[in-house]
Structure formats: structure tokens, C-alpha cells
């Protein structure tokens, strides 16, 4: 901090008139900018953000055009089969990470979660020479990504299990309804249109996405939370249909991602509310397969403790590089 | 294991749950030519950050739901162990250098490079110090090791053995009278409940080496002094403690005993005659006729030849014997009386030197020993050869002075806040050892501190004592002899 006078004192070194400049050209662009911010912000109904976490209004957003679609069960004894998984950041080398991943599926029908399956946690390890521990190996700009930014990575691990743990339910010859952990259009989670396309086992392949934003974005979502009973309203169509949906009286209103419903959303709906049980209005299969893949503080140290005594591992001790770099002082961002 | 952290003499060290460690046991933290010599005195489980959310979430999740885990890693079974592992609360006991135990505990071993292991109890207390060779085996500490206490660190010191209702002292404190009297020790024993007399045999009726060594006396039945044999000292103290009597009659009563005494007729009989003769005070003739009458209808004087002299016990036993006084069914006052006669008479032989050091064994002592003698026991007494075991279910019965200069301690479970509070603050240890370890002791194991185990607390296991069953409580649901019936 003794420094900072010295460090800020710029005038000496740099030519100010082209920094001055600078200044000026995004003063201008704030002005005209906060009139267009104004415009589109003023008077409307706002959630502040909490330390980064996903956040929902306890009072609805502004009503939107648009009806809310009741949703009705379908009294057909199908098997939902909830997918969810888990990443976690083990450790680097100079030139590579390793992470652990776990997968869960939990199956319910007639209202009860009636079993699970879990697979790992797997050693997945990630260097510029590729990926080794995943079903299917991370090439190119995936790969490039995810060697940048451990967050990504952790994002992409999940994303590349899921898919071939989805594609091995799909591909089952009991019909079923496959339930995926977020949306199945994500910008980040890419999923081969081949998982999109109707198979001959019937079953259906659903998102259902917690991300406030995608919820927020849109104004039906107050249409189908006023709604008396699990309700939905449709928001995009496509291959993959895309909806506001509430599955319970009082739940939440969820993002609902639809593919293979062979053009019977609604009764794809009802087979879930009908199969599976909510709480909140979300699935219990669901957050079952979320609590089964999530991993425990001594899953991580025992995870440490194998590819510790596993591949012969120094340990160096470390230190966290933020607060080293940026001093006391910053405490977010 | 592993050394987690150290503040003053607490240590926490963690463990596998799989290594065979319990309360109580001794580990040495060995670096190069050095131990520190720890004891276990609590065990937890590891805190692990999240560790309760994740046992609800197994518990809720894996109990309701069947389901099947492939983990190629097996990191699952490593996790558990994580789990259970353990942090061992230890108390540094000392250091052991060259072989030598010494109660240095100002330096800290490495945490990274010294070994922790187990440590056999007998091997740190031989290297603490000699404790004698006379042994009295009592059970076993730790898993497998014999334990024995030494004659030599029950001579000449004062020793409590204390613990809630039948958690099993009376068992060692027959052990330990056993074991004296195998050493040729001279024992007196204040029985309560008729529990002392069949300790010279075993469980299967045969004879031990010391039952001839044993006599059982029933006050006022098979135990009866003489005055002449009482000497004037022992009754005086017992018509001045027991029977209270004022400093004049006490005056009057003295120069009667000499009267009686320079012609030869120091007995009962005389005394009522001589109280009658005697020219004094009306008052003073009550008040001695008083305590006359009661010392007749007591029935602990005779003027018989058979008449109990506790010289004659020491001289009828020259390898050591055992005096049982049964006090069951004995009124308060003749048990008042008895234990009066008993100790004055004895501090007067071993002031005379007339006979050797006695081990005294007094069970439930507050009820028949009187306030000032408990103070005496444990300082003039003491010197003069009595050396007292305290037995009792009641530790507030026992002054906190008294706990404080005993020299043996031998704790059972309590599990009482408040005996736990009084027995950890008057104890010669920290109340964290104490506290910890008593409360969760099971029936028939102890902790022993003191002397005996050379001021290093060891938890023992004692053994099953080996006699007849005695002393056993009356109770309604059990087959039963007829009841008699009390003439009118």
C-alpha cells in the first residue's frame, strides 16, 4: 500500500492527453448508454445478487403475455431416470490438472425413488496433450478451454459423463423419461443432436434447469407461478421444446428442456408428475442423484490421499494467489 | 499415528481406527535417543469440515434408497477411514531417556519424523522408578500384561480405594489383604457386611496358604476385653470418645482405676464396686455408674481368662495374620466402641514397639470412625506403623485433606457429577485424566494412581477375585430359609 502513491502516480511516465482520451470516450459511452439503461430498467422489478449465488423472487416478476397450460399427471407407470454429477479441481502439475468426477442416476416411479446407481469417483487428468479418465476424449477448442479455466473444466468433465451416462439410458429398451441436471441448450454443455432425436425405446430425455437467469429471463414465468396447480407454458419450440413449468401447487418454477417426446410434451410432463415425487416442485429423483454425486469434504481428502500413494505424488505447499497478488484489501471479484 | 498438536501437557494425536489404542494406554513418541511418554486419557472422532452434513446425507440417502456404487478407486473404503479415525486426547506423562523415565515434558517431538508407538505399562513404570519386589497381582492393564501392585508401595502409606456401589472394591481390597498376608503382613480389618472372613478361601471351598493366618471376631460375641488387657489408656479414650464422659468423672474414674490397679483388681466386677465405694460427688458416681452400665451391657468386657488381647494375636501368628472385626449387626455404639478400643490399643503396643506395623483395612470408615481419628490415622498414626486403606462409596465421606495426603489412590466408576467434581479436584492428578477416564469406567476396572504405580495412572482390569461368595445382599425375589421367629 506504501506504494501505491509511486504506482499511481503515472503522469511522469505515460502521456496522459492519449489516456484523457480514453477517459472521455467511456464518459461519453455511459452517457448514452445510461439513458438506453434507464429506459429498459426503470421501475422494474429487480432481485439484488448475494455473493454471486442463484437467487428467486419471493413476489413475481412482471406479468407477461401469455397463459399458463395446466399440467395433468399421466397414469402410466414409467421409470424416471434422474442424472446428476460432480466435479471437483484435485490438483496441478506445472503443465496439467487432475480432477475427480462422480455420477449418480436415481430411478423413481409411482411417486417413490426406488434405486440408484453411482458410478466413481474417476481421476480424470487434462494436459495439452489431451484428457485421460473420460468416456469420450476432449479435443481441440474443448480441450484448449478447459486447460485455461479450472471452473470450465470442472463444467466440460460433467458435461462430457453426463452425456454418455444420458446416451446409455436412452438407449435402453424400457421406455423411460431421462432426466438431465440443467438445460439441455446450455451454450456451455454442448449435447449431440442424436440425443435430441426420437429413439425406438420411446423414452423421453428432460432438463430441468435451477439457473435464475434462465428462469427470469422470461416473463411467463410469473404466468405459470400464479398458476393453482402444476402448470406449464411453453417458451420455445424445436427439437427440443423449451418451457416454464411448475410441477407442484406451491413449487418453483423451473426451466423444462423437452426432447424425444415424439410431440407429446404435456403427456411427457404428466409422466413425470405422476412417476416422480417434489418437493419445492422439484424432482426427488433429481436432487437424490444430486446429494449421491456431490462429494464429501473426506471423499475429497481420500481422493488426495489415492493419487497421493497412487502415482508417487510430492506435495508442495502452496498458497492462494489472489490475496498474495492483490493484498488485503480485496475481499470479492 | 500421528502428532496433531500440542498444548502444554494435552496432546492430540491422530489414529486409525484400526489401531489398538484405548483409554488409559500408554504411547511413546520416540525421536532418536528420546521418548515423551503419553497416555490416553479421551478419544474423539476426527472433526472433518462437513462431516455431520455428510453422515445425515448417507444416513437419509443410503439407508431409504437400495443402490449399487461402482468406484473403480475403491476411495470410498479410504473415506471411511477418514471418518473414523480418531483423535487421541493425551496427557504427556514424562520423558524416557537412556532408558530412564523422568517427569521432563518441555520439548516437543516432530510431528513429521518420530514414531508413535503402544508402550507396555509395566516397562514405563519399571523405568520410572523400583517399586519393590513383594508383588500382589491384581488383574492386568492394557490388553494383555499382567498387573501387580507391590507389598513395599502399600507399607507405610495411606491408600483409598473408591468408587460407586458395586464396581467391584471390595473384590481388590481382598486381593490386596490376600496378597500382604501371602507377604507375612499383619492386617486388621473393620468388616461392615461379614465379607472379610472367607477371603483364605478359594471359590471352590479348598484352603489358600494364608487361611490359618485369618481370625474372625464378632464384637460382644467371640471378641471381649478385658479391662486389665484394654489398659487403662484404651478405655479412657473410649469412655472420653465413644461414651463421652465429662473431665471430672473422667478425673474420678482414673484415680479408681489406680486404686483397683495397686491392688490388683483391674476388672469389671471391681469397677461397679469401686464406683459404689468411691467417696465423690453424687454426680460424678451417676455419671460414671452411667457409663459402667453401659460398658456391662455391652457385652464387650468380660472378666474371663478367654478374653481377646490383641498382643496375644501378633504373638499366636509369627508369619503375619489377618484380624477380621465382623461389625454386621454390631450396634453403632459397640462398633463406636470396638474401633476406640482396637486403635488406642494399638497405637499403644506400636509405640511401645511391642509389635510390628499393621496394614488397617476400613470399609465405609464414617460410620463408626470418629471425626479426630481421621486426621490421626493419616499423620500420627502413620508414623507410629498404622498404614490405613479407605474403602468407600461415598468420596465426600473422605475429607478432600485426606485425599489430598494419600498416598494410593485406586478410583472406580462414578458417574455422579458431583463425586466426579470432589474426586478430581482432591485427586493427585489433573481433574481431565480423572474426569475422563473414571466416568466411563466399567465394573471392575480401576484407576490406580499414586505411589503404587510410581505417580503414572494406569487403568487396570482387575481380575475376578478367587473365594466363596460373601457379603451378599439380602434380596426378596430369591428362594429364601424360613423366617424365624422372635420370642417374646
Known amino acids: 500500500m506504501r506504494n501505491m502513491n509511486t504506482q499511481l502516480n503515472v503522469a511522469a511516465t505515460v502521456n496522459m492527453e492519449s489516456l484523457d482520451l480514453l477517459a472521455k470516450e467511456f464518459r461519453q459511452q455511459f452517457d448514452l448508454s445510461s439513458e438506453v439503461i434507464h429506459e429498459r430498467l426503470s421501475g422494474r422489478r429487480f432481485v439484488f445478487n448475494r455473493d454471486g449465488t442463484e437467487t428467486y423472487p419471493f413476489d413475481d416478476w412482471e406479468t407477461g403475455d401469455g397463459e399458463a397450460l395446466q399440467m395433468l399427471p399421466t397414469q402410466e407407470t414409467v421409470t424416471i431416470a434422474s442424472t446428476d454429477s460432480s466435479c471437483i479441481l484435485l490438483g496441478e502439475t506445472s503443465d496439467s490438472s487432475v480432477y475427480a468426477v462422480r455420477a449418480a442416476v436415481c430411478f423413481a416411479s409411482q411417486g417413490v425413488v426406488r434405486g440408484y446407481f453411482r458410478i466413481g469417483p474417476m481421476v480424470v487428468h487434462l494436459s495439452s496433450k489431451g484428457s485421460c479418465g473420460l468416456p469420450s476424449q476432449l479435443e481441440g477448442y474443448e480441450l484448449r478451454v478447459a486447460l485455461s479455466d479450472h471452473m470450465i473444466a470442472e463444467r466440460i468433465i460433467r458435461n462430457t459423463v453426463e452425456k454418455r451416462i444420458l446416451a446409455s439410458l436412452l438407449s435402453f429398451p424400457q421406455r423411460m423419461v431421462v432426466v438431465a441436471d440443467g438445460s439441455l441448450k446450455h451454450p456451455l454443455d454442448s449435447y449431440p443432436d442424436v440425443l435430441f432425436r426420437d429413439g425406438e425405446s420411446g423414452s423421453a430425455l428432460m432438463g430441468i434447469s435451477k439457473t435464475s437467469a434462465l428462469i427470469s429471463s422470461n416473463k411467463l414465468s410469473g404466468v405459470v407461478s400464479r398458476a393453482k396447480g402444476p402448470a406449464y407454458a411453453p417458451v420455445e419450440d424445436g427439437m427440443v421444446h423449451t418451457l416454464l413449468a411448475k410441477f407442484a401447487r406451491d413449487g418453483l418454477v423451473f426451466r423444462v428442456d423437452v426432447a424425444r417426446s415424439r410431440g407429446r410434451v404435456p403427456q411427457t410432463l404428466g409422466t413425470v408428475l405422476y412417476n416422480d415425487n417434489f418437493s419445492a416442485g422439484y424432482p426427488e429423483s433429481l436432487r437424490v442423484a444430486h446429494h449421491l454425486s456431490v462429494f464429501a469434504r473426506s471423499e475429497d481428502m481420500a481422493l488426495k490421499a489415492y493419487i497421493t500413494s497412487r502415482y508417487g505424488l510430492k506435495q508442495l505447499r502452496s498458497f492462494g494467489l489472489r490475496r498474495i497478488a492483490l493484498g488485503g484489501l480485496s475481499n470479492s471479484g | ?488
Open chain 2, 1 to 488: 499415528m500421528r502428532i496433531l498438536k500440542k498444548e502444554g501437557p494435552n496432546i492430540l494425536v491422530v489414529a486409525s481406527h484400526t489401531e489398538e489404542v484405548r483409554l488409559g494406554d500408554y504411547l511413546m513418541v520416540t525421536e532418536k535417543e528420546r521418548s515423551l511418554v503419553l497416555q490416553v486419557i479421551d478419544e474423539n472422532y476426527l472433526d472433518v469440515e462437513g462431516i455431520e452434513e455428510e453422515v445425515a446425507r448417507e444416513e437419509v440417502l443410503l439407508a431409504s434408497v437400495q443402490g449399487m456404487t461402482e468406484d473403480p478407486a475403491d476411495v470410498s473404503s479410504i473415506s471411511k477411514e477418514i471418518r473414523d479415525m480418531r483423535l487421541l486426547q493425551c496427557k504427556a506423562r514424562g520423558s524416557i531417556e537412556h532408558g530412564r523415565h523422568s517427569p521432563r515434558i518441555d520439548w516437543i517431538p516432530s510431528r513429521t519424523t518420530s514414531k508413535i508407538t503402544r508402550q507396555n505399562v509395566n516397562e514405563i513404570l519399571d523405568s520410572a522408578g523400583n517399586r519393590g519386589h513383594r508383588k500382589i497381582k491384581i488383574g492386568r492393564s492394557g490388553r494383555a500384561s499382567s498387573f501387580s501392585v507391590t507389598a513395599e508401595a502399600l507399607d507405610g502409606r495411606i491408600s483409598i480405594i473408591t468408587g460407586r456401589k458395586e464396581s467391584g472394591k471390595s473384590h481388590l481390597a481382598k486381593m490386596m489383604v490376600r496378597g500382604l498376608l501371602e507377604h507375612g503382613a499383619y492386617c486388621i480389618i473393620f468388616d461392615l457386611n461379614d465379607e472379610y472372613g472367607t477371603i483364605g478361601l478359594r471359590a471352590d471351598g479348598t484352603k489358600t496358604s494364608i487361611a490359618d493366618r485369618l481370625v474372625v471376631r464378632k464384637p460382644a460375641r467371640d471378641l471381649k476385653f478385658s479391662l486389665e488387657g484394654a489398659g487403662i489408656r484404651a478405655i479412657t479414650s473410649l469412655l472420653l470418645h465413644s461414651l463421652e464422659m465429662p473431665g471430672t468423672s473422667m478425673r474420678e474414674f482414673t484415680r479408681i482405676w489406680e486404686g483397683m490397679e495397686l491392688k490388683k483388681e483391674v476388672s469389671m466386677d471391681s469397677l461397679g464396686t469401686y464406683i459404689q465405694q468411691w467417696r465423690c460427688n453424687e454426680f460424678v458416681r451417676d455419671a460414671l455408674y452411667a457409663r459402667y452400665y453401659t460398658l456391662s451391657n455391652s457385652g464387650l468386657f468380660t472378666d474371663s481368662e478367654q478374653a481377646f488381647r490383641l498382643d496375644d494375636f501378633f504373638k499366636s501368628h509369627p508369619e503375619g495374620g489377618a484380624l477380621v472385626i465382623s461389625l454386621s449387626r454390631v450396634s453403632p455404639l459397640n462398633r463406636k466402641m470396638t474401633v476406640e478400643l482396637i486403635l488406642s490399643k494399638l497405637v499403644e503396643l506400636l509405640e511401645h514397639r511391642t509389635i510390628p506395623p499393621v496394614f488397617l483395612l476400613s470399609e465405609e470408615a464414617h460410620l463408626y470412625l470418629r471425626e479426630t481419628y481421621w486426621e490421626d490415622l493419616i499423620t500420627r498414626m502413620r508414623h507410629f506403623g498404622v498404614f490405613t486403606t479407605f474403602v468407600t462409596n461415598q468420596p465426600d465421606a473422605i475429607k478432600p485433606e485426606i485425599y489430598r495426603q494419600a498416598d494410593n489412590i485406586f478410583l472406580y466408576n462414578f458417574s455422579n457429577e458431583a463425586d466426579l467434581d470432589l474426586v478430581s479436584r482432591a485427586s493427585m492428578v489433573d481433574t481431565d485424566t480423572v474426569r475422563s477416564i473414571v466416568r466411563t469406567l466399567p465394573p471392575r476396572m480401576c484407576l490406580v494412581l499414586g505411589h503404587a504405580v510410581n505417580n503414572l495412572p494406569v487403568l487396570v482390569n482387575v481380575d475376578e477375585f478367587d473365594a466363596p461368595p460373601s457379603g451378599i445382599t439380602r434380596r426378596f425375589f430369591e428362594p429364601r430359609a424360613e423366617l424365624t421367629t422372635l420370642a417374646r
